[in-house]
């Protein structure tokens, strides 16, 4: 069954460092997801992405961040200057499309800011 | 309180019995969607159901959903050790638009005794 995949499984960053968090969703997948974990805490939106844009992005979405498909299959979420308060898990989704609203998560990269 | 916090938060049952958990959320929704997560790992989607329906069965998973109390509930039936997991609820409130976004609740955490 396809699934959706995520490298690295886990990234250990210094503060101020930027990072790239790949993943690479379901091939005939067309919508594309961030999502974060704090530890302990709520699983929470950051940004969607479809036709090659931003669709919605959270508060939590700022200026530091960037997503990208850079080729067919890849989909990156980078920060540019990494802080202590953005470790945590961070969860890739994909949905198929219109008429399908099941969103299918990745494993996680868990991101730890020292 | 928050769009879908999840009650109890945390349940220990032994193995055979049923285990119901609760969802309330406070916006309108499309659909909502409940997903596994076992300890630091991924999200697996288990069962949606949409605004228009009242209960889904999938399994030994039963979803029912209420929106004039803006409230769903998860039952397990005849449980496993292996079901031993965090269970979220996550609302999807959009209609027709691109992004789908998923509001997650606050989870319950399923211990069950072998």
């Known amino acids: ?114 | 309180s928050q769009q879908g916090e999840e009650d109890p938060q945390a349940l220990s049952i032994q193995e055979g019995e049923n285990a119901t958990m609760n969802c309330s959320y406070k916006t309108s929704i499309n659909n909502l969607q409940w997903y596994r997560q076992n300890s630091g790992r991924g999200l697996v989607h288990l069962i949606l159901i949409r605004s228009n329906e009242r209960e889904k069965h999938s399994g030994r998973l039963r979803v029912t959903l209420d929106t004039s109390k803006k409230s769903s509930s998860l039952l397990i039936t005849a449980s496993r050790a292996a079901d031993t997991a965090s269970y979220f609820c996550a609302t999807d409130a959009s209609y027709g638009g691109a992004t789908n976004k998923l509001i997650f609740g606050t989870g319950t955490l399923l211990a069950v005794q072998p």
């Not at chain 1, 530091?64 to 802080?83: A, Y």
Request: a negative charge; aromatic letters at 14%.
């Open chain 1, 1 to 114: 069954e396809p699934e959706v995949t995520q490298t690295p499984s886990h990234q250990v960053t210094q503060m101020g460092q930027e990072v790239i968090l790949r993943c690479v969703p379901i091939s005939n997948h067309l919508y594309f997801y961030w999502y974060r974990q704090i530890l302990g805490q709520k699983v929470e939106f950051l940004v969607s992405f479809y036709n090659n844009e931003i669709s919605e992005k959270s508060e939590i979405f700022d200026d530091q961040f960037s997503v990208e498909r850079p080729d067919g299959s890849n989909f990156t979420l980078k920060i540019r200057s990494t802080k202590l308060e953005d470790s945590a898990m961070y969860f890739c989704a994909s949905r198929r499309g219109q008429g399908s609203s099941e969103q299918y998560f990745g494993p996680g990269t868990r991101l730890t800011v020292t």
